[in-house]
Nanobody, 115 residues
Framework: QVQLVESGGGLVQAGGSLRLSCAASGSIGSITHMGWRRQSPGKQRELVASITTGGSTNYADSVKGRFTISRGNAKNTLYLQMDNLKPEDTAVYSC?????????WGQGTQVTISS
């Protein structure tokens, strides 16, 4: 079992920055990769970024060059640095962790970008 708790969401103006954090606990040694997904009203949840235990990253085209995913040295924290934010980035952002036996989600954190 893996537990995930996100933090760092909020309201910022377009062009601003936010840093999301996701604290993982439980069987973190079994995690193969982690990621961030977002969902805005009326839209399907979409991948934002993901990272493997080896450090390989993947980004949605819409956030490339603006967002950076990383893991803390202890591997129990996932970060998403979001720069040059746009109103279309407004969504609930959730982190997830994949293990050999399951997929786990955090509760999500609201990110709102004002124009």
């Amino acid at each position: 079992q893996v537990q995930l708790v996100e933090s760092g969401g909020g309201l910022v103006q377009a062009g601003g920055s936010l840093r999301l954090s996701c604290a993982a606990s439980g069987s973190i040694g079994s995690i193969t990769h982690m990621g961030w997904r977002r969902q805005s009203p009326g839209k399907q949840r979409e991948l934002v970024a993901s990272i493997t235990t080896g450090g390989s990253t993947n980004y949605a085209d819409s956030v490339k060059g603006r967002f950076t995913i990383s893991r803390g040295n202890a591997k129990n924290t996932l970060y998403l640095q979001m720069d040059n934010l746009k109103p279309e980035d407004t969504a609930v952002y959730s982190c997830n962790a994949v293990t050999l036996t399951g997929l786990y989600w955090g509760q999500g954190t609201q990110v709102t970008i004002s124009s």
